[in-house]
């Protein structure tokens, strides 16, 4: 497939009904999103990984590629094959579902599409975009980012508790 990088567009994701935040419309290329810097087409990747885990419960390289790059448009298994030796996971093991490597999938994705190095700043910089309190979960589906606002808010209301009481 040919890059996107022009229209910051790292994953090559086609034009839908679904709009991102760093989405410039109309896009310069007929067929593929264009974003406003390379960190909110990375924004949109993770966004799209997080969507493919939690509505529809894709959370193999296998299940997550055939639907990122189905086999009309693409030689899919020479995809999954190349993401799976990119970071070095068995294609139909359950992915860890962390920043690590959600961060590693998106950099996988990133340079098949492109055949060029990514640059990580700007991965981490979309990842940062993204909302990294979503990609992080524990036992029970309960998310970090939960437990840190709860923490948080009770933290601060104690200290407002000590200063009028």
């Known amino acids: 497939m040919l890059a ?3 229209i910051n567009n790292p994953g090559n994701i086609r034009i839908s009904n679904e709009k991102f935040i760093g989405e410039v419309t109309p896009s310069s290329d ?3 999103k ?3 810097s390379m960190a909110y087409g990375y924004r949109a990747m993770f966004k799209i990984l997080d969507t493919y885990r939690n509505s529809y419960q894709l959370d193999t390289i296998t299940e997550i590629i055939s639907r ?6 693409n030689d899919t298994t020479s995809y999954i094959n190349s993401v799976s030796s990119s970071i070095n996971i068995n ?14 999938l998106v950099y996988a994705i990133s340079y098949h599409e492109n055949g060029i190095t990514p640059n990580m700043a700007e991965i ?10 979503e990609l992080v979960k524990v036992a029970g589906g309960i998310s970090i ?3 840190i606002l709860v923490v948080a808010f009770l933290y601060i209301n ?5 200063h009028n009481g």
């Open 145 to 147: 980012g939960v437990i």
């Open 30 to 32: 007929a067929q593929f």
């Open 4 to 6: 996107k990088i022009p």
């Open 34 to 36: 264009q974003f406003s």
């Open 124 to 133: 981490q910089d979309g990842l940062k975009l993204a909302g990294t309190i």
């Open 158 to 162: 104690r200290k407002k508790t000590k």
């Open 91 to 104: 294609p139909n093991q359950v992915l860890p579902y962390d920043q690590d490597t959600t961060t590693r």
């Open 68 to 73: 990122w790059a189905p086999p009309a448009e």
